[in-house]
């Protein structure tokens, strides 16, 4: 057969025709072949050739029922007997010729599937010439041309058999669609090898890429890296986005598939290998190891085989499908040696860390023998050569693996064999014994005991039987567990040692809840390996040991870290457990960087100082600006607090004031606290003691309040201010200790002698125990000393040669009252936090400080005095915050009688002073509202204002009527109904109509608040007289105030009093409102009128109250808004339509209503019929569909 492209017909009958077949072969066979027929080579496989019966078997394939011509043609091949074998080639050319088409197909399939394919029947039926077939022939050849009934419509593609249905030459006729769909399957077919195919080119080109002498080159000097090719950097390219995509980096993974847009990482084709995908990253750099081969000197060899040997047609049967053969069986081979080298491998691994452990076994059998001389058992030695090997044990384990060895001697082989179970051989065998089972003895104890001994039985079995007889005790020492659990550990080196092996098994098949168990025996076991990579993995089990853990189980961990941190010093602190806190400091789980946090603290103790302030401090400030986890940062503020408490370092100050600001600043409330309760005492302690909390501390807070203040004359940052503020109201004990501690008497301090006990309200609560004085001067006791001291220092001595406390008194407190009188005494919030300061700092100071040092510095700038009140001069300080700070922050620190008359005194001073100056109100009613806060002085108030309604002063009845507005608020109602009704009752009647108006505010404010019916209609009939009494008709004043409370208390007040009082009696102004013929009060009525009813409009208004006053009040006050504020009536021209399409809405509501209430009457027995006609309806599906459909 040609090499060449192969002619399917190429078998004939005509010797001329064989002749020049034969003469195109002679460089392939010899002309003997064809008379000897087709036999096997040494190689063939029996399937290449069959018998030339096979035709006429009882095979489905290639057999053909009715064709018996062909089974004679293809018979008569053979030049021989009957029993001469013919090649499947021959066959096949013979069904080609005969026109055989779908026999030669069934063969070419059988072959396939076998895997034995043919060359001339693969090349005929993919080659589409042998399909263009005339009208009724069947398919032949290009040679034979056209037939005469002209060439077939085909489709505008290639066709072949793969894609050619026979059946669409039957007699049904063309089928078109499907012959379409057929061609067009097969093209995408042969697109598709093409495709591979061209692959294959790049892939030969890509790696043809650099010259063979530049690979030489980079081989002979590994030094040099060879520069990556391209079919190298897509394939990686691929494997680095596939581990992206899984590892869930897919921001990351998008960004690295932009800067790479000329691949497709969707499709591994795309990297332009024909070669299969490799694993991923992850089992690459797991195989990396495995995969390194030692490099050894290798030689080219070559296996050839003398052709005289081989039969004479052995280079004529089918050369492709041999060398497909030898190419399998040769794959067959790589796996099974791929295969033995795995095995190898992995028992290179296991011997490798065999060869470790023993190793470390003969380090510690050293160190045991240096120390204390050990007694050896009396032995002889071996002629075996293995004997002059070291003990590779370590001399510290029984072994109870040697039970099947004996200690007799025996012949080298035995001796290897009986050894094979062993990590080491015993090289000293008895001279006495015959047999003694379970007696090696490896190794002496640290004591020198001597070695064990079994009684021996008096028998005389060969060793070789106890040998086997032995074997049948199965135990397993092989494998890791197997070579523990065989080994005895006799010292706490050795029970170290496998510790160290063992636990890293052990800990992943604990359960989670019981793994805090295992931190004693993973705590030893780390403080007292010698490994130091032990050690390390051992801590990393550590802090790995439980996945999300809780807070009894973090507080296990950090007892155990401190415990290891006292046993092993600080240098193995540094080295060996930050790192582990270091690596889990970005983990994705809060517990895990919880426990970092918590451990930083914990081990502060325990580090070099210069790792506190640096590594330590640095990992903690990044944890406080970054993490996102509320509890992980508190933790950290109470860790960068214990830090602060060891920092020794004054060049870390500005950093410790830096964190403070940062933590005080928080968004969490947790962080906060945690701040003033930890860090601030502890960063107060280091700076007392570097001697700047008076020099930089305390001003450098003052500083910033001032230049808030400054920056805030268009708008306070109070979370500012109150985080400043509060910063300073933690540090009032540190400063009063460090008044204590610098005092003249100081030095006298004893606490020799009765010393009387503290008044348990001597200080305010501290926030935490650090806040304590007694717990930052010492004790309570010595605490007790300095009081004494002091008090008597203040009362009798005098503060000469105190600088600490004259800096208080001179510069301190001068500056908080000027910041004092710069906040807005609007502010509620602000002089509640300065009140709050004050207090605080003059109950800490004492009594005998305030009364001396803080109050005469506020009452020498709050003179009771006109030129106080009158702002015009710039000296207005009574209209300023300093008033109610004063009266709530300094003068209600103790509660005696002389305090409380004080407060009593001052608060009626500053009503008089300011009503007779016609100044503002705001700092009387910003002291009535932070005292009105607290129950315990609604009586004082009460008292101040009953003054200032019997004052002479008109104008002093008007702010005491006014005043009654915010205290009613917080005021029992028993007292309301005592002290506030009769006072406003007796003003209501005043001779001053400007006095009677001032009330209406209060009244509204009762009827808001107030509950008792009694009280309610007092108050009623006191607001009627003002409207219906004639002397108040044209009392313009009074109408507004009236609507302004109206509308202020309207939506909160009760409902009946709102439905039948206040919505009547604003119709009734709004009404006359129209007749008004002034016109500045006819808008000013309006204005009122419409800032009312819109607070009403949102409350729930009856039908009839809506038509009979609601809608024509609105409407009237439209007619005044048409005239004087257009913009306004748009607004109430869509209230007036709103409110009209309620009242259609709800008459329609109601006639529905009164049809749901009369179905409910009747639903029963509606419910009753309904369920008897659904019971009727067992027949028919359609029947109960028509149930519900709706009547037409």
């Known amino acids: 057969m040609a090499a060449g492209n192969v002619n399917p017909f190429n078998v004939s009958d005509s010797e001329e025709e064989a002749e020049q077949r034969q003469d195109g072969a002679d460089t392939e066979r010899s002309p003997s072949d064809e008379a000897q027929g087709h036999s096997l080579g040494p190689f063939s496989h029996p399937a290449y050739s069959e018998p030339a019966i096979l035709l006429s078997s009882n095979r489905t394939s290639p057999s053909v029922d009715g064709i018996p011509a062909s089974a004679a043609a293809v018979a008569g091949i053979g030049v021989g007997s009957a029993e001469t074998r013919v090649s499947l080639d021959a066959i096949a050319a013979q069904l080609l010729r005969d026109q055989y088409i779908l026999t030669a197909l069934e063969l070419h399939t059988e072959l396939l599937e076998a895997g034995r394919e043919l060359p001339r029947l693969r090349d005929y039926f993919s080659n589409p010439g042998n399909f263009e077939r005339q009208s009724g022939t069947p398919p032949a050849c290009k040679e034979q041309g056209v037939g005469p009934g002209g060439p077939l419509n085909r489709a505008g593609s290639i066709s072949t058999l793969d894609s050619l249905d026979f059946a669409r030459y039957s007699d049904d006729g063309n089928r078109e669609s499907d012959e379409r769909v057929a061609v067009l399957e097969f093209e995408l077919r042969k ?69 790479n847009d000329d691949q497709d990482f969707e499709l591994w084709d795309d990297v332009g290998l024909n070669i299969p995908k490799p694993p991923d990253l992850l089992h690459l750099y797991r195989n990396c190891g495995n995969s390194l081969t030692l490099h050894r000197d290798t030689v080219d060899v070559a296996v050839s085989v003398d052709p005289s040997d081989l039969p004479g047609d052995y280079f004529t049967q089918e050369p492709v499908q041999q060398t497909e053969a030898i190419q399998q069986q040769q794959q067959e081979v790589v796996q099974e040696l791929e295969y033995q080298i795995s095995l190898l491998n992995s028992e290179k691994q296991s011997l490798a860390e065999q060869i470790k452990k023993l190793q470390s076994d003969i380090q510690a059998l050293q160190r045991n023998v240096s120390s204390e001389p050990t007694t050896v058992v009396k032995s002889t030695p071996s002629k075996d050569p293995l004997c002059d090997k070291p003990h590779l044990d370590n001399g510290q384990y029984l072994d109870i693996r040697g039970v099947t060895e004996t200690d007799s001697p025996l012949d080298a082989n035995t001796t290897k064999t009986s050894t094979t179970t062993t990590t080491t051989t015993d090289c000293t065998e008895s001279t006495t014994t015959a047999t003694q089972p379970h007696n090696k003895l490896k190794s002496q104890s640290q004591q020198g005991k001597t070695a064990v001994k079994f009684d021996q039985p008096n028998r005389k079995l060969s060793p070789v039987f106890h040998q086997a007889l032995l074997s049948f005790c199965r135990m397993s020492a092989d494998s890791r567990l197997g070579s523990e659990v065989s080994r005895i550990a006799d010292s706490e080196q050795s029970v170290m040692l496998m510790l160290g092996r063992c636990l890293p098994h052990i800990v992943p098949n604990v359960l989670l809840a019981k793994r805090e168990e295992l931190i004693p025996l993973i705590l030893c076991t780390a403080c007292l390996h010698p490994e130091p990579k032990e050690r390390d993995q051992l801590l990393h089990i550590l802090f790995n040991l439980i996945k999300r853990p809780d807070d009894e189980q973090r507080q296990m961990i950090l007892t155990g870290c401190v415990a290891f941190a006292r046993h092993v010093g600080p240098t193995r602190v540094e080295a060996e457990l930050l790192p582990q806190c270091w690596e889990q400091i970005n983990h994705k789980y809060p517990e895990r960087r919880l426990l970092v946090a918590e451990a930083c603290g914990a081990l502060a103790p325990y580090l070099p100082k210069e790792i506190r302030s640096s590594l330590v401090l640095s990992m903690l400030q990044q944890m406080l600006a970054e993490d996102k986890a509320d509890m992980v940062r508190e933790a950290v503020v109470k860790s960068l607090g214990i830090i602060m408490g060891y920092i020794d370092d004054p060049d870390k100050y500005s950093q410790g004031f830096e964190l403070m600001l940062l933590s005080l600043g928080d968004p969490s409330e947790r962080v906060v606290s945690a701040t003033h309760q930890v860090f601030i005492p502890a960063f107060a302690a280091w700076c007392t003691e570097l001697g700047n909390l008076q020099s930089q501390l305390i001003p450098s807070l003052l500083t910033r309040i001032e230049k808030l203040l400054k920056q805030g004359e268009y708008g306070l940052d109070e979370h500012k201010l109150h985080m400043y503020l509060s910063a300073l109201q933690s540090l009032i004990p540190s400063l009063f200790a460090v008044l204590l501690q610098n005092a003249p008497f100081t030095s006298r301090a004893n606490l020799q002698g009765d010393v009387p006990p503290i008044e348990v309200t001597r200080f305010p609560r501290p926030a935490s125990p650090l806040q304590d004085v007694a717990t930052i001067v010492g004790s309570r006791e010595q605490l007790a000393v300095l009081l004494q001291l002091y008090d008597h220092q203040l009362q009798h001595e005098g503060t000469t040669g105190w600088d600490s406390l004259l800096w208080v008194v ?55 005095s006109e030129e106080n009140v009158d702002a015009t001069t710039g000296n207005g300080i009574l209209t300023k915050a300093t008033v109610p700070i004063y009266a709530t922050g300094v003068l ?286 067992t027949t028919s599906g359609a029947m109960l569909a028509n149930v519900f459909q709706r009547k037409k």
Not at 1010 to 1030: I, N
Not at 1059 to 1064: A, I, S
Not at 1133 to 1153: L, T, Y
């Open 810 to 864: 001179n510069q301190f407190l001068p500056q908080l009252i000027e910041i004092v009188g710069r906040i807005n005494v609007t502010s509620s919030t602000c002089v509640h936090e300065f009140s709050r300061f004050f207090w605080r700092l003059c109950r800490t100071f004492g009594k005998i400080f305030t009364n001396t040092k803080v109050k005469p510095q506020f009452q020498e700038i709050l003179r009771l």
């Open 191 to 259: 697109a598709k090898e093409t495709i591979q195919a061209l692959r294959a080119n790049l892939t030969q080109a890509a790696e043809c890429e650099n010259p063979s002498q530049e690979r030489k080159n980079y081989k002979s000097s590994p030094e040099i890296q060879e520069p990556i090719r391209p079919l190298e950097k897509r394939a990686l390219n691929f494997l680095v986005n596939e581990y992206l995509l899984k590892n869930e980096y897919k921001l990351t993974s998008i960004t690295f598939s932009d800067e």
């Open 892 to 1177: 209600t620190c103790y509660n005696q009688e002389e305090d409380r008359k004080l407060l009593v005194g001052f608060l009626e001073d500053v009503m008089t002073t300011l009503s007779l100056s016609h100044a503002p109100l705001d700092s009387l009613k910003a002291s009535f509202v932070e005292l009105g806060a607290n129950p315990a002085y609604h009586e004082l108030l009460l008292t101040v204002l009953w003054y200032g309604v019997v004052h002479t002063s008109a104008l002093v009845r008007c702010t005491a009527a006014r005043m009654f507005e915010l205290l009613v608020k917080g005021v029992n109602e028993t007292l309301v109904a005592q002290r506030v009704v009769p006072a406003l009752i007796t003003l209501s009647s005043d001779p001053e109509i400007s006095v009677r108006i001032s009330t209406i505010p209060a009244f509204g404010t009762i009827m808001e608040t107030v509950t008792q019916k009694e009280l309610l209609e007092r108050v009623k009939m006191q607001l009627a007289s003002f409207l219906e009494d004639p002397q108040y008709q044209d009392q313009h004043s009074l109408h507004m105030e009236i609507i302004k409370t109206f509308g202020r208390v309207g939506p909160n007040a009760e409902p009946r009093f709102r439905d039948e009082f206040v919505l009547p009696h604003l119709h009734k102004l709004a009404l006359c409102n129209n007749q008004q013929t002034v016109e500045s009060k006819r808008i000013d009525i309006a204005t009122q009128l419409f800032e009312a009813y819109s607070a009403l409009s949102c409350c729930f208004i009856s039908e009839e109250l809506m038509v009979n006053h609601f809608l024509p009040g609105l409407r009237c006050l439209r007619t005044d808004m048409e005239q004087l504020s257009p913009e306004h009536e748009v607004i109430l021209s869509s209230m007036i339509k709103e409110c009209e399409i309620k009242v259609e809405n709800k008459g329609i509501g109601e006639a529905q209503g009164s049809i749901s209430i009369a179905a409910s009457l009747v639903g029963e027995d509606a419910k009753t019929k309904f369920l008897s006609k659904m019971g009727q309806l």
